[in-house]
């Protein structure tokens, strides 16, 4: 059984860092795709960026620059580096895990599917529970 565990969301001050943990449980980082969304109170839920089962990470042009991912396959872990954090950020925070892996649009060089298809939700076969980013002073 899959299952995703965030950790790390906390009251964080404008242009404060932060960095969340996606546990990954029941598959290894190599076989599932890990994406990172956030969902902020009355609004649609948003996708960050996302990380292949190569490594390979795209990202919503909305935090790019800010936003990083990375993952530590020894720790079944992916993990989302926050800088410079505005108060529009907070959110809760999800990551997720989906079966169809996105190297299979980057081997075919069609960078624009894979890009799209990495933020959006449907795509995605688990999800975690959340946790929740305040941005405040």
């Known amino acids: 059984q899959l299952m995703l565990v965030e950790s790390g969301g906390e009251l964080v001050q404008p242009g404060g860092t932060l960095r969340l943990s996606c546990v990954v449980s029941?598959?290894?980082?190599?076989?599932?795709?890990i994406a990172w969304f956030r969902q902020a109170p009355e609004k649609e839920r948003e996708g960050i960026g996302c990380?292949?089962?190569?490594?390979?990470?795209r990202y919503a042009d909305s935090t790019k620059g800010r936003f990083t991912i990375s993952g530590d396959n020894a720790k079944n872990t992916v993990f989302l580096q926050m800088s410079n954090l505005m108060p529009e950020d907070t959110a809760v925070y999800f990551c997720?895990?989906?079966?169809?892996?996105?190297?299979?649009?980057?081997?075919?060089?069609?960078?624009?599917?894979?890009?799209?298809?990495?933020?959006?939700?449907?795509?995605?076969?688990?999800w975690g529970q959340g946790t929740q980013v305040t941005v405040s002073s």
């Open positions: 029941g598959v290894t980082l190599d076989s599932y795709d």
């Open positions: 990380i292949s089962t190569s490594g390979s990470t």
């Open positions: 997720a895990a989906a079966r169809e892996r996105l190297d299979g649009y980057l081997n075919r060089g069609w960078e624009v599917t894979a890009s799209v298809m990495c933020t959006t939700p449907g795509k995605y076969d688990f």
